[in-house]
């Protein structure tokens, strides 16, 4: 008979993994062409962008960067995959000559 395990013997793979990433875009057309590439690098993954956003205030502290994109995974292994995939790893020089870029992993 198959074993099964609960979500409280594996409580990361239960759990949404999430990528923030900060940028500053120095070439805009670059920019566009990029961020209309990402979906279909995220699609395997069963990855959604939450948002895209422009900074509005820092409130506190110091940050430098002006946009913020939040992308939800359906567990951090899959968002490590993800960053660690062909299909990412090929976009990622257009992504450098397009902006800085600081992509952050977190699990929640």
């Known amino acids: 008979m198959p074993t099964t ?3 409280a013997e594996h409580p990361a793979a ?5 990528v923030i990433g900060h ?3 120095r070439d805009p057309g670059k920019w566009r062409d990029y961020c209309a590439a990402v979906p ?3 699609a395997p993954w069963r990855a959604e962008i939450v948002f895209r956003g422009q900074r509005h205030a820092v409130f506190h502290g110091s940050h430098d960067h002006q ?4 992308i939800r995974f359906p567990d951090i292994a899959a968002a490590t995959h993800w960053h660690a995939s062909p299909a990412y790893q090929t976009l990622v020089p257009l992504r450098n000559a ?4 600081t992509l952050l992993g977190f699990d929640t």
């Open 40 to 42: 279909a690098s995220l």
């Open 14 to 18: 239960s759990r949404p993994g999430y």
């Open 23 to 25: 940028i500053t875009v």
């Open 5 to 7: 395990t609960s979500a």
């Open 98 to 101: 397009a902006a800085d870029v």
């Open 67 to 70: 946009l913020t994109v939040v």
